[in-house]
Structure formats: C-alpha cells, structure tokens
C-alpha cells in the first residue's frame, strides 16, 4: 500500500533527490493563469479552475509539519503550535460557543478584535488556506448588506440614500438604518470571530494530533478512525483527479464546449468512484494481511496538560463566561 | 451552501445536532450490519470520493461555473445510509481541517447536504428508474433525482435561514443571527437553485451515470452497502439510548435558564390568551374560552401553584417533568407496538456482532 502514504516533498524528500522525481513537482502549478477574453473565459478556465482547487488541496493535506529551510515562526505562532491539541480544541470550542450565544455587540466586538490580533500574531493570514477562512466574514458582508437598509430592518435613518418612486408598500427614501446597521454588524462580528476561533487550532495543529484529540475529548473510536482514514485518502484521490485534470488539459487542441466539459467531468467522476472502490477493496485487504478483526485500535493516551495548557483552557472557559453572563 | 457559523442561533443548531448523531448513530447500525469490516476503508474512501467531486467546476448554462455537491451521486452508487455517513464525515472534516462551513453549523449542514439530499435524490432515483431500468429511463431519473435532490436540500437551508428572525431577537425585536425572514431568505436562495445549480447537478449525476453504466454496469445494479454477506443483524444497545435520555432530561433546565438569560419572550405562536392580549390590546373571546377548557397537571412543566417559585426549584421541576414525559412515552410505545406487531414477530436476539 505505498500510494496510501502521502509523499511530503520537498521536506521529506531526501535532499539528493532530484527535483523532476518529487512528485509534488505538479503542485507547483505549471499551467498558466485563466485567459481573461471573453472567448477564452469561463470554458477554457473550468480545468484550471478545478486544478487551483484541487492543487490547494493537494497542499494543505501534504504540508510538511516542519520545513527545515522556513522562515521561523513569529513568537505566538510557536507558544500556539507547542499547546496541547486537546486544549486548543476545548478552549478554542468553549469561545464558539459562547460567542454563538452571546447577543451583546460590544463584547462581540471586543472579543473579535483580540481573536483577529492573535490570528495575526500567529501568522494565520500567511496559510495556504487562508482564503478559505477569510472568505466566510467576506461573504457575510455581501449577505448582510441588504440588512443594512430601512426596505429590510425599518429604524432612526443613518445615511439617505436615494428617493424610491411612489409605490404603495415602499417608504419614500432608501435609508440606511441604526437598527439595520448594529443587525448588519452582529452578523459580520459573530462570523468573522466564529471563523476565526475555529481555524485557529485547524492551522496550529498538525491534522492527525487534531484528530487524535478529538478521541481525548470523547468522539467515538471508530469515528476518529474513520475521519483520520478519510484525511488519508483524500490526498490519493486528489491526486488521481488532479492527474486526470492535468492529461485532459495537455490533450487539449481546441476550445471544449461547456456540453463536452459536463460531460468530462462526469466521466472524471465515474472514474474517481471506481478508483475509490477499488482502493477501498485494497486497504481492506491490507488492513486484514495486517490483523483487522473489525475492532479499532485503543487511541495512544493524550499526554498529560502542562501549565501552559491548563493556562490556555482555564483563559478561555474564563472568557465564555464573561461573553455569556458579563 | 454550506452554513458558516453565526448564521444561525442555538434554537436552531443544537436541534440539528441532536438530529444527525440520532441519524449518524442509526446510519452506523445499518451499515455495520451489512458490511462487517470491509465498511471502515470503503466508508472513508467514499469520503473522500465525495470531498474530491466537491472540487470539480462545471459550466453552467449562462457563462459561469458552479460546483456539483455529489450526495445524490453517492446516494445512488453507495446506497442513502452510507451516502449519508460518508457525506457527513466529508462536512465534517472540510468544517475542522479547512474552515469551510461552521463547526455549531455541522449538525445543519450535514442535515440538509447528508440526510435531505441523499435520501430526496435516492427517493426519486428509485421511483422513477424502477427496478430494471433502461439507459434512458437511468438518465432521466437520475438528472431528476440531482435536481430535486439539490433544491430540496436548499429549500431546507433557506428555511433554517428564514426561521431566524422569528426564533432569536434582542428586546428591541432585532434578528440576532441571520437577518432575513422566510420571505426573503426562501425566494433568494430557491431562485439560484431552481435555475442554476439544480441543472449542474442534474447533468453531472445524469452523465456520471451513463459513463458508469457504459463502462462498468455492475456498479449500478448492486451498490456498494448492499447485503453482501448473511450476517444476523445486531440489536442496538438500548442501555446508551436510556442513558442519553436520562443526560438530556438533567439538561432540560437550560430551556429554562437560557431564555431567561437572554431575555426572550414566549416562542413564536405559543403566547398565551394574556401574552396576546397585551400584544393585540384585546383577547379574542374564544381563544380564553378554549383555554379554559383543559388545565395541564403540570403546567409549564411545574407543579401546579408553583410557577413563581425560585429558579433552582423549577429546574427540579423542569427535570421531574422530563422524566415524566420519557416514561409515559417510552411506556405508550412500547404497549401499541406490542399491541400493533404481529404475534410471531420476536424481538432480535442480544448482541451478535463483533465490530467496533
């Protein structure tokens, strides 16, 4: 079963290695950016779209957990990166919750400015994956707009925007709202702070300790097995799609239509569920060579919490309870 | 569409997440007694399968992309319990690992794109291919199932969006979570649905088909959760069931302290002829006259003459009530399906199984 191992090249790699044989050479993006013609747009751009997708995920589920040849970590990013996985999940799910319960703005407010300040200390916005955590405020933004104006939530106006026509049911003038805006603000403050407080420990925290943990905290055995047997996995799927992706795209002649694109990714996705079964037959027929009786192993014991630990999960049940009754 | 967190309020997460370990807990029973061990490295892989299909970007009709979500795909090829299973570890690992959708959230998440989808999309797949089906009978019933599988499961998003105006306010009566009513919420997001990405996933599951039906059929007749080998089924552990009863009825008394905490009101369409009357600045004769009719031995889950007592007293009471109310529940289940079941039909035998 050596495609079940996923390769860490650069890192892993012995250094005299040449770099044509590190398979991670095709997560270094050779394909040129979208065309931005009007011809060559959304058609010519659906494989490399999904090839950006899959090769940002390809990176994060390979990212080496320790790059000898990086820049070292800011001071917080390493005091966060050394606490317990299991005290960074309850600290960091005891502050979601609170914040999801919490009404008060100010303290949504508070509590968010020094969340983003330690997300900043810990280099967060510097992560692969950071697009995917900023997307979520972004989003809730756009979506909370329309909440601002006197149409959705009436008030004291702020800010007129424009007359409206006289039409029965519509006020006279498109305002922005008080009530509309502190609605508008809760919504932004509460996501960007729920997003940040869970992709916290999902970007200090290698991905097995994180699920390793999650058994420390009482999810059942076989589920831990399962998620951490699916983070495996999705790294040889990702890889065979990208491999199709990038053949199809070296195949290319012609412009595709958008019919023979659908019809395409389809069949890519009939070949994935065959190659998914296939594989899935093959690890069990390892996983039995290997002794599985059907029984998952006990989870090796979490080590004990340091001061630090105990420090960081005390802070937080501190906070949730200043959030929720303060 | 997935839900980030903070979009929705705990009246509406924690009942979500009550909902899936109920159906994650059952899904487990059914797959475990079908697939023995085989099921842990094929669960994960369908997983991954469907985390994997999440990434590929269609052209829709118009010039834009969308994305095809895939459960009713894997409900197909998989069967709906284990599409269920291995939809819902794909949310679940995307929410932890990669920030993509909220982790209060899962439990809504996976509702709507794990149950709703695969069950609505296998439903119609089943209903309309029928049980020999021809190539074009496949094709169509399987784009249908992609649609309505696709806007049923957005239909429900919409509607957990809209509910929250009307489920979680402050006191000036300001939505705390998601700011849109159903009327809002429910045209907004069907629109791009019923147009758009219904169509991406009606034609990706419709094609997905074919191509599997032209080049490995046997795939299609048999999916992979089927029975496979004769296995006496495992009867589920009631004894966790009881005790998560019990756990949840100790809990009971955070209905009580959390709206007090936060100051809310009675739930929409539970006010009382006095809580109407001081809204309406009348109550309507008959609504006193109906609820004089029947008076409840317990009351607002008290006992009676005690709806003034101290906090600690009515959570006892709160707790009693719970207790109360799983007894008599569990006790009139029990005698109609003693009454209803046929005579010869024993209960299963205790534990079989071996699996973890």
Redesign the interface.
Known sequence: MTHAAPSHCPSAAPPELPAWLCRDGAMERPWPKPGRGRRRGVRSAVLRQTLDALTGLLRLTTAPETNPTAAPLPFLARGLRNLDAQAKLLAAGVLLLASALTPSLAVLATVCLLTLTLATGAGLFRHPAANWWLLAPLYAMVLAAPATLNLTVPGDPVLVLCQLPAVRGLPGQLTVTLPGLVVAGRLVLRVTLCATLAWLPAATTAPHQLLGALRGLGVPRLAVLLLNQVFRYLDVLARAATELYLARLSRRLAPDHARSLRSWAAAGMGALFRRSRVLGQEVHLAMLSRGWTGEAHPWPPAPSWRAADCFAAAAAALAAAWMLLG | MHI????L??QT?LPAWGVMVAAWGIG?HRVRNRL???M??????????C???M?????V?G???GH?V?AV?AAI?LGPWAAMLAVS??L??Q??????G???AIGANCLTMAVVMPFTGWGVYRLLAGRAPTPRRQWLAGAAAGYLGLNAAALLTAVLFGLQPILAH?A?G???????GLG?AVPAMMLEHLLFFGWVEA??????????RR??PA?LTAP?TEPAAAGRPVAPRWHRLAWGIVVLALLSPLGLW?PM??HAGAAWGEWSAEEIGQQLHRTPAGLERLEALWSAPMPDYTLPGQEDAPLHRLSLHYVLAGLLGVGAAAALTTGLAKLLLHPRQKPLPKKTG???
């Open positions: 980030p967190d903070g979009y309020g705990p997460f487990m023995r061990s085989g842990v490295p094929l669960l994960a892989l369908s997983a991954a399968f985390f994997v299909i990434m590929f970007n269609i052209p009709p010039g834009t992309t095809a895939g795909l090829l570890l794909a679940i690992l929410a932890m690992l990669f920030g993509d909220g982790i209060t402050d000036a300001r939505p705390l979570y998601c700011p849109f809002i034609a990706v599951t419709s094609a997905a088909l074919a191509w599997l080049v490995e795939l992979a959390l905490r936060f071996t699996l973890a």
